[in-house]
């Protein structure tokens, strides 16, 4: 039986980007067994807006903070606890990287290339938020 409540399978994410040399950057995350690489994201918080529940995240889970987008650029699903979540994803234009976040010790943070992020991550859907997002 589940017992994870409905409202659990609303998440949202974040992109968290940034331009280097005229190149844009994003930053992976590693999921908290550390086997795989993901995006900050999370339940949609009571009382937050999905793009206000996503920044929060990338500020516990990566550690950045920054410009969220007002809509997101996309969504993708994954299975977990039984059923299957829906992830709406932001775009996050880094400001700001801390040195100390809540999950440090948990997690790994990795800039790498848009084209790498497509390759690393594992959600067929999120491979092809990637892969739009280069071609902007």
């Given at each position: ?7 659990f ?5 974040v992109?968290?980007?940034r331009?280097v040399?005229e ?10 067994s ?6 900050p994201k999370g ?9 206000e529940?996503?920044?929060k ?5 990566a550690g950045?903070?920054?410009?969220i987008s007002a ?7 994954y299975?977990k606890?039984?059923g ?6 932001y775009?996050?234009k880094v400001?700001?990287?801390h040195?100390e ?5 948990f ?8 084209e790498e992020?497509a390759r690393l991550?594992r959600e067929t859907?999120?491979?092809?938020l990637?892969l739009a997002f280069?071609m902007r």
């Amino acid at each position: 039986m589940n017992t994870v409540p409905q409202w659990f399978y609303r998440q949202s994410g974040v992109i968290p980007y940034r331009v280097v040399n005229e190149e844009i950057e994003v930053l992976l995350i590693t999921s908290r067994s550390g086997k795989r690489w993901i995006i900050p994201k999370g339940v949609v918080e009571p009382g937050m807006s999905p793009a206000e529940s996503a920044a929060k995240e990338a500020r516990e889970e990566a550690g950045v903070e920054g410009e969220i987008s007002a809509a997101p650029s996309g969504e993708y699903e994954y299975p977990k606890w039984g059923g299957v979540c829906k992830v709406e994803v932001y775009l996050l234009k880094v400001t700001t990287i801390h040195p100390e976040w809540p999950e440090k010790y948990f997690r790994e943070r990795r800039w790498v290339s848009v084209e790498e992020a497509a390759r690393l991550v594992r959600e067929t859907e999120l491979k092809a938020l990637f892969l739009a997002f280069s071609m902007r």
